[in-house]
């Protein structure tokens, strides 16, 4: 960025002293909004247009406008532009750029219009491309989850609650429960775009204008689905922005709930899984070390995006109606959460393929910890004896199973017939690892073809 050329601002006319320097500096946005500069001219694009079909501009005008705007932009993307801190922002510099190009047209591309309703339709039509871009990475994420739930379906692993050993669950139906998680922050991204969906071009500074603009066609020319009602509300409201961090922070503690699983997991304690080379780093003290460090990052990054949520809310929740400067504010904490969201999304997208699963590991952890005591509790049931009763005699088992350091698949016939009558030989099918699983075979539950079933619905909503 250099100042060397000073240009005059476009707002200098009612003032006697230059800016200080500082404050210049301590203002301005450009140093982080230009990142905003296809959608500003996109938008500056659709308004020409509609000023010319409207005949405020000269057709001619409106081509040179068009021209010198594409002109800039490649300017700017082969880093041919020079950035001015004292045209404060990217709006300023890019019609300031128009201007010394193409001349007294480019004053006139600013006709009805203001910063503050231009501000909010570029961080808009940002936003609702990055979005679109997060759904996708969600959906690269789910199928990598539903290729894994495939191939581990027969996958046995303890379930917990509470961190102790519950019930013995698929894998498979584990990874689809993540699956479902992604899935809801999907369609709230989707809904917090249709909102957000909506054109404040038009409402200029705060009133609107009094040229005839037709911001019907404006909206039409930039995809949104209709102009905003209000003027006052268009040029304020950042609901959207708040929306879309809250989305994103429910996005990222689900990330976060996956990851501490991940870190878990693979810990030799556990050792459930193991996670590639390529997704950890060793220690430079300690040679034996392979930390599961981009899950714990991931889980760290949370933070920061709850964080932004809370900026934005209070960056808001004293702003009187309608533009305040305060709304500069609104795009560091934004870039920040769509640029961390998408590379953990990525991220964990690339690492799910490559966890490898550790299955008698897993299978050794289910045999410990009484994981099958519900099904013979639900067995005695199926004999005729209350649930309440069941649920006693088996507590009575598990104590002396506790006692003995026995499963109690490896108590005797005789041994578990001390404790109810009804107990016969064919208790066993149902105490083992297998049996528990399949026997759960209703919509939603853990037994393995049910989980296929569960895959194959997903595939279906994906494809829809
Ligand atoms: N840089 C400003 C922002 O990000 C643009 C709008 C400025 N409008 C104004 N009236 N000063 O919000």
Same mark, same amino acid.
């Given at each position: 960025m250099s100042d060397s050329h000073a240009p005059t601002k476009p707002w200098s006319g009612r003032f006697n002293e230059p800016t200080d320097a500082?404050?210049?500096?301590?203002?301005?946005?450009?140093?982080?909004?230009?990142?905003?500069?296809?959608?500003?001219?996109?938008?500056?694009?659709?308004?020409?247009?509609?000023?010319?079909?409207?005949g405020i501009l000269s057709d001619s005008e409106r081509d040179a406008i068009v021209h010198g705007l594409k002109q800039i932009r490649k300017r700017i993307e082969q880093g041919d532009f020079t950035w001015s801190v004292s045209l404060e922002d990217v709006h300023m510099n890019v019609?300031?750029?128009?201007?010394?190009?193409?001349?007294?047209?480019?004053?006139?591309?600013?006709?009805?219009?203001?910063?503050?309703?231009?501000?909010?339709?570029?961080?808009?039509?940002?936003?609702r491309d990055e979005i679109e871009q997060i759904r996708d990475a969600i959906l690269r994420l789910q199928t990598a989850l539903l290729d894994k739930a495939e191939l581990e379906a027969d996958t046995i692993l303890p379930g917990f609650t509470h961190l102790q050993t519950a019930q013995p669950l698929s894998f498979g139906h584990h990874m689809m429960a993540w699956f479902e998680m992604l899935e809801r922050d999907r369609e709230r991204l989707a809904d917090c775009n249709r909102r957000l969906n909506v054109m404040p071009l038009g409402a200029a500074a705060l009133a609107g204008t009094t040229y005839p603009?037709?911001?019907?066609?404006?909206?039409?020319?930039?995809?949104?689905?209709?102009?905003?009602?209000?003027?006052?509300?268009?040029?304020?409201?950042?609901?959207?922005?708040?929306?879309?961090?809250?989305?994103?922070?429910?996005?990222?503690?689900?990330?976060?709930?996956? !990851?501490?699983? @991940?870190?878990?997991?693979?810990?030799? %304690?556990?050792?459930?899984?193991? $996670?590639? /080379? *390529?997704?950890?780093?060793?220690?430079?003290?300690?040679?034996?070390?392979?930390?599961?460090?981009?899950?714990?990052?991931?889980?760290?990054?949370?933070?920061?995006?709850?964080?932004?949520?809370?900026?934005?809310?209070?960056?808001?929740? !004293?702003?009187? @109606?309608?533009?305040?400067?305060?709304? %500069?504010?609104?795009?560091?904490? $934004?870039? /920040? *959460?769509?640029?961390n969201v998408k590379g953990s999304l990525k991220v964990f997208a690339d690492m799910v393929p490559a966890i490898n699963c550790r299955k008698e590991a897993m299978r050794q952890a289910t045999m410990q910890g009484f994981a099958t005591a519900t099904d013979l509790a639900d067995y005695l049931v199926r004999k005729g004896i209350p649930f309440r009763d069941a649920h006693e005699v088996v507590g009575r088992a598990v104590a002396f199973g506790v006692a003995e350091g026995r499963d109690l698949s490896q108590m005797k016939l005789q041994e578990l017939q001390r404790f109810s009558s009804e107990i016969e030989a064919d208790v066993f099918d149902i105490l083992t690892l297998e049996g528990s699983l399949a026997a759960r075979d209703h919509i939603g539950g853990t037994a393995p073809n049910q989980v296929r079933r569960a895959i194959a619905r997903a595939r279906e909503r994906l494809a829809s």
């Open positions: 500082f404050v210049e500096a301590f203002t301005a946005s450009v140093g982080f909004d230009r990142r905003l500069y296809q959608y500003d001219i996109q938008g500056s694009i659709a308004h020409a247009t509609m000023l010319a079909r409207q019609e300031s750029a128009l201007t010394e190009a193409i001349g007294d047209a480019g004053k006139k591309l600013h006709t009805g219009r203001s910063r503050n309703d231009q501000v909010a339709t570029d961080i808009r039509l940002w936003l603009i037709d911001r019907h066609m404006t909206a039409e020319l930039l995809g949104f689905s209709r102009p905003a009602e209000n003027s006052l509300d268009a040029v304020s409201d950042r609901d959207f922005a708040i929306e879309f961090s809250a989305a994103a922070s429910i996005l990222m503690m689900h990330l976060s709930r996956f !990851s501490e699983e @991940l870190i878990i997991w693979s810990s030799a %304690q556990f050792g459930f899984i193991e $996670l590639s /080379d *390529s997704f950890c780093t060793g220690s430079s003290i300690m040679p034996q070390k392979k930390n599961p460090d981009v899950p714990e990052l991931i889980r760290g990054k949370s933070g920061r995006i709850f964080g932004h949520l809370i900026a934005l809310l209070t960056l808001m929740k !004293s702003q009187p @109606l309608a533009y305040n400067k305060d709304n %500069q504010e609104d795009k560091e904490p $934004l870039f /920040d *959460s769509v640029d």
